[in-house]
C-alpha cells in the first residue's frame, strides 16, 4: 500500500502579507530615536514590530524572513558597510523566532506577553556576542580609528552626565567593551524589544485577521 505524501503549497496570501509587512518594517528603520543614555551612533526604532507580528500571524519563519528581506532592502543604503544589517538581521531574527516559537505553543493574549520576553532576552543575550565579536570591532576600526579608548569614552561621557543631573551618582568607570555591553547595550537591546511587544499586543488581534484573511 503506498501512501501518497502531499506539501502544502505555500499560500499567496503568507507571500503578498510577508512582502507588505516587509516594506512597513523598511519604512520604519528609517524612523530613529536618538537615546540620551546611549552613545549616539545606537538609535531606536521599531523595525521589529512587523516582523514580530508576522512571527505571530504567520509563524516565526514568516517573522525571520521579514527580518531579512527588510535588511536586504536596506543594503542599498548602508552606511555601516553592511554590519549594521547583518547586526539587525541577527538580533531582530534572534527576536521573532524566539517569540514566534514560544507563541505557537499556546496562542494566547498572556502567552503573547512572555513569549515576547522570552524572545527580547533572547535577543539582548545574543547582542552581547553579535556586539563583542562582530560589530564593535568594526565600528571601532573604521569610526573610532582602532581606538577602544575612544569608544569606551563615549559611554563614560554618558555616565558622567547621568551623574551631572542629579538622577544618580558616578559609581563606575566603563574599562572594558563587555562591561559597556553588559551595563547599557543588553538593558537597551530587552526594552527595545519589549517596546514592540507592547506595542503588538494593542494592535495584533485587528491586524492577525487582516493578515490571516480572516474578515
Known amino acids: ?41 545606537i538609535k531606536f526604532d521599531f523595525s521589529d514590530l512587523p516582523a514580530l507580528i508576522g512571527s505571530f500571524a504567520l509563524g516565526p519563519v514568516w517573522g ?83 581606538s577602544l579608548e575612544t569608544c569606551l569614552a563615549m559611554y563614560n561621557a554618558i555616565c558622567w552626565e547621568i551623574a551631572d543631573t542629579g538622577v544618580g551618582p558616578h ?3 566603563i574599562k572594558s567593551l563587555m562591561q559597556a555591553l553588559l551595563i547599557f547595550n543588553l538593558p537597551f537591546t530587552i526594552l527595545k524589544g519589549m517596546v514592540s511587544v507592547l506595542i503588538s499586543m494593542l494592535i495584533y488581534k485587528p491586524l492577525s485577521k487582516f493578515i490571516k484573511g480572516n474578515n
Open 1 to 41: 500500500m503506498e501512501t501518497a505524501v502531499k506539501s502544502k503549497p505555500i499560500s499567496a496570501r503568507k507571500l503578498a502579507m510577508t512582502g507588505m509587512l516587509s516594506a512597513v518594517a523598511f519604512v520604519l528603520m528609517y524612523l530613529e530615536i536618538p537615546i540620551p543614555i546611549m552613545p549616539s551612533f
Open 64 to 146: 525571520v524572513l521579514i527580518e531579512l528581506i527588510k535588511n536586504l532592502l536596506h543594503l542599498a543604503f548602508s552606511q555601516s558597510m553592511f554590519i549594521g544589517e547583518l547586526s539587525n538581521f541577527i538580533l531582530g531574527g534572534t527576536f521573532v523566532l524566539v517569540a514566534g516559537l514560544v507563541y505557537n505553543r499556546k496562542k494566547t493574549k498572556k502567552n503573547a506577553f512572555v513569549a515576547g520576553l522570552i524572545g527580547a532576552v533572547a535577543m539582548g543575550l545574543i547582542s552581547i556576542v553579535a556586539n563583542y565579536f562582530i560589530v564593535y570591532p568594526v565600528y571601532i576600526k573604521a569610526y573610532f580609528d582602532g
Open 171 to 173: 559609581l563606575f568607570e
